[in-house]
């Protein structure tokens, strides 16, 4: 049995615990300060949907929420898989920006190598092919560099999955630089049953 008093009192004591006031309680979940008097005078209980960040946000289960008290059984580790699910959460986001920056450096790359041989073809023939030649040196260079510094990120970022075996792992800089590949997908050998395979990129664990 859910006893709304109870809970009540258990939320304005943990919103204490945090320093919070209603109205920055309410803030934050984005209701009105009456609604949280309503909750913590044990008149209503919170909607379903405002628990888990009423919840995130007192750093208590929502077991513990309806049970107005801590509990030893599954209370903190309820706490803990919240956490890892959002810690996962922030690591896929942080994996998927870094595949972007890797697309942008080596468009970069690209387009710098495509100008600076145009220049190279362009200074050659009309002024000194010793220049010419320098500045296309050069755009080889800064190609190479870019697509060494896309694929380092591409690497060390989330993990290649074996296709037959599910291993997932991070190989050699090398392994991935010599890998033939479509997209971010390479044909790999896996480290854990060592069969060939075409290896997806994954970005969540
Ligand atoms: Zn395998």
């Known amino acids: 049995m859910i006893d709304q008093a109870r809970t009540g009192a258990f939320i304005s ?25 309503k909750w913590e005078r044990g008149l209503c209980l919170p909607d379903a949907s405002l628990m888990i960040p009423l919840c995130q946000i007192l750093g208590i289960s929502v077991n513990e929420l309806l049970l107005g008290q801590y509990s030893e059984d599954g209370g903190s ?26 697309k942008t450096v080596g468009a970069l790359a690209v387009v710098a ?38 694929l380092a990120i591409e690497t060390y970022t989330g993990w290649y999955e074996c296709a037959y075996c599910h291993k997932r792992y991070v190989p050699g800089f090398s392994r991935v630089f010599i890998a033939p590949h479509i997209g971010t997908t390479r044909y790999m050998k896996c480290p854990s049953c060592g069969r060939r395979s075409w290896q997806k990129k994954v970005l969540a664990d």
Do not use: C, H, P, Y
Request: a positive charge; aromatic letters at 4%; zero cysteines.
């Open 13 to 37: 004591a943990r919103r204490k615990d945090k320093g919070l006031t209603q109205v920055q309680l309410a803030e934050r979940l984005g209701i009105t300060d009456r609604a949280v008097s």
């Open 77 to 102: 580790q309820r706490r803990s898989d919240e956490l890892i699910v959002e810690l996962r959460g922030r690591e896929e986001e942080t994996n998927r920006r870094l595949m972007r920056i890797e």
């Open 113 to 150: 190598f495509l100008a600076l041989l145009l220049i190279a073809v362009f200074v050659a023939s009309a002024f000194s092919t010793a220049i010419g030649t320098v500045i296309g040196i050069a755009a080889f260079a800064i190609l190479l560099g870019g697509v060494i510094q896309a």
